[in-house]
């Protein structure tokens, strides 16, 4: 067997049109959602990031702002930028693009933020509302995993569902909304025994560790659904040769010529693809996904406190 694609870009595409359309419906009533983007230093993966979420906000008709503050920044100082953040009423998101430099306590950043403007779900209400199962908002990237499930019809009742990986930002939320959606859920770490034979056990198998092709086809069972969320980088020959099937090699080695890096999931793609019935791309997978549902949350957002809606 060789898996189908489960095509996160096409998925992100749709859910980008509704919010383009939800856009146009609220600039009706006078409302012109607005997302803040803060980063503190200048970590180049979260420069990506971040530029790629203000560029998706101005695709779509969103008012954004971007604050980029210098590597020493201290805790007071971003706690009065989030306090500001949260007493204007034409910003709707407010998001503080992890990791924070060491000096700034991460965890009190995040409970600044105006439970009803954190649409990366981070703040402990909306985690708490998580797991109570009532209306919250999502942390992103899961979010747009149950969107790209939800999408292609996988059934998730009674299912097997493993997670590898206990982030707070991305195993922790999936393992709540694959329950709610009354899967039976697994999540297993560094320290979860005879791991591949764990995940051997899952109908869909969510790889979140941040390790390189770590999930090898030995990780799955036959017809299993896979979905990558890992974003690492291969910058070897012989890691290319590894990871990938000789079909996608050629064009993989260039990335590595041009770019010295090819982008590289959690999940061994030459392997897996023998195994899983369905497989999300990297890149193509989940990434585009979790800038959509940003987009999505911060619509959201801008409906339920500005025009009292539910979520
Ligand atoms: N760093 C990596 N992923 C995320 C995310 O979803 N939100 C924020 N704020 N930072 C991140």
């Not at 009674?158 to 009354?182: E, F, T």
Request: glycine residues 8%; charged residues 25%.
């Amino acid at each position: 067997m060789t898996a189908q694609v489960l095509n996160g870009a096409e998925v992100a595409e749709h859910i980008k049109q509704t919010v383009a359309a939800r856009v146009i419906e609220l600039a009706e009533l006078g409302v012109k959602p607005g997302l803040a983007v803060v980063m503190v230093g200048d970590n180049p993966a979260s420069k990506v990031y971040v530029g790629s979420k203000v560029k998706t906000c101005q695709a779509l008709g969103l008012h954004s702002e971007k604050y980029e503050l210098p590597a020493d920044t201290t805790t007071e100082r971003l706690l009065q930028l989030v306090d500001d953040l949260n007493s204007r009423d034409e910003i709707d998101g407010i998001l503080v693009q992890l990791p924070l430099p060491p000096q700034i306590e991460t965890r009190r950043i995040l409970e600044a933020v105006d439970p009803a403007k954190d649409v990366d779900g981070f703040h402990a209400y909306n985690v708490g509302k998580l797991v109570r199962g009532d209306d919250a908002l999502v942390a992103c990237t899961p979010a747009g995993v149950m969107a790209l499930l939800d999408y292609y019809k996988v059934p998730l009742a009674g299912a097997n569902a493993v997670v590898i990986g206990r982030s707070d930002i991305v195993g922790k939320p999936m393992a709540m909304l694959l329950l709610h959606r009354h899967a039976t859920v697994t999540i297993c770490h560094s320290r979860t025994k005879d791991l591949p034979a764990v995940a051997r056990q899952a109908d869909i198998l969510i790889a979140a560790i941040g390790r390189t092709a770590m999930v090898t086809g030995d990780f799955v069972r036959d017809g299993a659904v896979v979905v990558d969320v890992g974003m690492n980088k291969a910058t070897t020959e012989e890691e290319i040769r590894r990871i990938f099937s000789d079909a996608e090699q050629p064009k993989r080695m260039e990335d590595l010529s041009k770019r010295g890096y090819t982008l590289v999931g959690d999940v061994e793609p030459r392997t897996v693809a023998e195994k899983a019935s369905w497989l999300t791309p990297v890149p193509g997978g989940v990434g585009p996904l979790t800038i959509a549902m940003l987009m999505k949350n911060t619509i959201s957002a801008a409906e339920m406190r500005r025009l009292k809606r539910t979520a």
